[in-house]
């Protein structure tokens, strides 16, 4: 059995970086590995993504300052966020799908790391 554990969240002043990581604890195959987040009373919502093919795509607030990346053994992913900003506070998931042989992806997903941006 696979699993995602988040780190690297924790309270940081507005312009301020923090890095997060995901790693499997063991080897995974994967279509695609994503970080979501969800503040308080809103939506979780899909931050950034990146392909086994190393494709990434990031919603549009977070674009030119978040940088989503794997490390070549495949089994950790980062999340580099720079210029932070205090709307960017939420509990950052990681989350990984992979193939069966079903057809249906499986859905990985970690505890979560609170991020908390201060004015």
């Known amino acids: 059995q696979v699993q995602l554990v988040e780190s690297g969240g924790g309270l940081v002043q507005a312009g301020g970086s923090l890095r997060l990581s995901c790693v499997a604890s063991?080897?995974?195959?994967?279509?695609?590995v994503a970080w979501y987040r969800q503040a308080p009373g809103k939506e979780r919502e899909l931050v950034a993504r990146i392909t086994n093919g190393g494709s990434t795509n990031y919603v549009d607030s977070v674009k030119g300052r978040f940088a989503i990346s794997r490390a070549n053994a495949k089994n950790t992913v980062y999340l580099q966020m720079n210029s932070l900003k205090p709307e960017d506070t939420a509990v950052y998931y990681c989350n990984a799908e992979a193939p069966t042989t079903t057809g249906r992806p499986l859905r990985l997903w970690g505890q979560g790391t609170q991020v908390t941006v201060s004015s």
């Open positions: 063991g080897s995974i195959f994967t279509n695609y």
